[in-house]
């Protein structure tokens, strides 16, 4: 079955070191996205990618990187710049404009 | 910029009883509007969506919506809730026509089901 893995599902880091979420997927979607969930905010958009060794800032993206090496691969690194890291973050691509998201289950990060 | 507003951030219904989750949006073009449903600890799934034709969607888990233009609105009905339908419920919106977008999602409505 296709869909969007994300490791790992809980990650645990120490403030100050940068940490990297895996995201991959085998829909062979070319458009991909990083989310960042908080309770009472919604889901608010880091970066996206819409072809592979292209992406752009979303509204939050401060504090974050990404590459697209491959079309599979999204991952996100969270950077010791980033001030409030602890969060779920979630990864989902798209087919075509306007094709509904499909997420991968998220990965919660904590940071102490 | 396009705007989602989803009011109520719970909701509480009986096992039984209507759902009615209400969203509004804000977009300076025709837009297209989804419903997704977040279980806890878990990605999003789409429960339908609206572009273009028939205003009235039918998706998963038999919930549905209705896009009326004229009130800016696409709220989220089920006739009568399920205990598994207890989850958070996301509205987003996309306008239509511009290349690949950047989903703006609300900020959620939590739905309870009590027995």
């Known amino acids: 079955d296709g869909g969007i893995t994300q490791s790992p599902k809980y990650l645990f880091r120490k403030e100050g070191q940068n940490v990297t979420l895996s995201c991959e997927q085998n829909?062979?979607?070319?458009?991909m996205y990083w989310y960042r969930q908080d309770p009472g905010q919604g889901l608010r958009l880091i970066y996206y990618s819409q072809i592979v060794n292209d992406f752009q800032k979303g509204d939050i993206a401060e504090g974050y990187s990404v590459s697209r090496e491959k079309k599979e691969s999204f991952p996100l690194t969270v950077t010791s710049a980033q001030k409030n890291p602890t969060a779920f973050y979630l990864c989902?691509?798209?087919?075509?404009?306007?094709?509904?998201?499909?997420f991968g289950n998220g990965t919660r990060l904590t940071v102490t | 910029a396009q705007s989602v507003t989803q009011l109520g951030s719970h909701v509480s219904v009986s096992e039984g009883a209507l759902v009615l989750l209400r969203c509004n949006y804000s977009?300076?073009?025709?837009?297209?509007l989804f419903w997704y449903v977040q279980y806890p600890n878990q990605g999003l799934q789409l429960l339908l969506k609206y572009t273009t034709g028939a205003t009235l969607v039918k998706g998963i888990n038999g919930f549905e919506a209705e896009f009326k233009k004229s009130e800016t609105s696409f709220h989220l009905t089920k006739p009568s809730a399920h205990m598994s339908d207890a989850a958070e419920y996301f509205c987003a919106v996309s306008p239509e026509g511009t290349g690949f977008q950047k989903l703006v999602f609300g900020t959620g409505t939590r739905l309870l089901v009590s027995p």
């Open positions: 989902a691509s798209s087919r075509a404009p306007g094709s509904p998201l499909h």
């Open positions: 977009s300076s073009v025709p837009p297209y």
């Open positions: 829909l062979n979607h070319d458009a």
